[in-house]
């Protein structure tokens, strides 16, 4: 394989195959944008997420989805003409209309990141374009443009749908968690790892990883359990006790890291309900009720895992 070659031809990279669309040849549709729709996809263990604007009678509305909010579904806003002609103006200045028919993959990526996208014109025209881990000229200015415009508006929408579901509360019977807790710097030492749930949708269904410098809620040592137990001993009804009684739904889908996040305890939990409905919260910021809820949880895993030793021999 001749690299020199192959670098001569722009946008020719090793393992790219597929169409580069029109390219310079391409002129720019003049009526203007009147749908918009860009799809990420993360591939392998990534985000997925999809922005969708199309007219509805007289206004535009914009869609949101992601993989990573699945409870809150489909999203949508009412957006002004103003949001269509910013994305025209981006159109215009990325010179998008070289990538219409753009259609390429990298077989040389195992992992990465994909996009699509499609515009509809005013006079009826369109564009479509797509890629897995290979990109038209100008993709990156593009993605920049389109979350300047778009970001605030995904944030509104998912500002307002996590207040409905802190405010619709929980309902379902806890059937699965994954609760950890890692101290580091000058927070200390300790790290807690739980992954539990009742028989039959976790295989085992109780894990403890635990790492104890302190002593505190496990003898100073490591302690570490992967094994199937009967449901009487996961204490799952007792957790959703503390859920309820700490107001844990006021953690819902809180993510934040302190400046000083090298020397605090990072802490994540993963609660899932018999309903559908999933608790999911991370980060070295912490929210009320955090140190009660800590030192409730840890003693009642201490408590577990001591009967689990003793009568589960």
């Known amino acids: 394989m001749d690299i020199k070659n192959i670098f001569k031809r722009k946008n020719a990279f090793p ?4 169409e580069e669309g ?23 263990g990534g985000n997925n997420f999809h922005y969708r604007i199309k007219k509805e009678a007289d206004a535009f509305v914009f869609e949101y989805d992601s993989m990573e909010h699945r409870d809150y ?14 994305l ?4 215009l200045s990325c010179r998008v209309a070289e990538w219409d ?25 369109r564009l479509s374009a797509s890629g897995t881990n290979a990109f038209p000229p100008g993709y990156r200015q593009f993605c920049d443009g389109m979350n300047k415009i778009l970001d605030p508006l995904r944030d509104e929408m998912l500002k307002k749908a996590r207040r409905q579901m802190i405010d619709k509360g929980i309902s379902g019977n806890l059937k699965q968690l994954i609760v950890l807790f890692k101290q580091r710097g000058d927070s200390g030492s300790d790290e807690y790892k739980f992954l539990l ?6 295989d085992p269904n109780y894990e403890i990883n635990v790492k104890s410098k302190s002593g505190q809620f496990f003898p100073a040592g490591e302690y570490n359990e992967y094994r199937s137990v009967p449901d009487e001993y996961i204490p799952l009804d007792k957790i959703k006790e503390l859920i309820t009684k700490y107001k844990l739904i006021n953690w819902y889908d809180h993510e934040g890291t302190d400046p000083a996040g090298n020397n605090r305890e990072w802490y994540q939990i993963h609660f899932n309900f018999d309903d559908g409905s999933a608790l ?8 009320d009720n955090y140190d009660e809820f800590r030192s409730d949880f840890l003693t009642l895993m201490a408590k577990t895992a001591d009967r689990i030793e003793k009568e589960l021999k």
């Open 22 to 44: 029109i390219g310079k040849k391409a002129d720019d549709n003049k009526s203007g944008l009147c749908g918009f729709s860009y799809s990420y996809d993360g591939t392998i």
């Open 88 to 91: 025209y103006d981006l159109y």
């Open 101 to 125: 028919g753009y259609s390429k993959y990298n077989t040389m990526v195992c992992d990465g990141n994909g996009f699509s996208l499609s515009l509809k014109f005013n006079d009826g025209g």
């Open 73 to 86: 579904g489909m999203m949508k806003i009412a957006v002004s003409s103003d949001i269509m002609k910013q």
């Open 280 to 287: 999911n919260s991370s980060g070295t910021v912490y929210l």
């Open 197 to 202: 749930s009742k028989s039959g949708v976790r």
């Open 15 to 18: 393992g790219e195959e597929g």
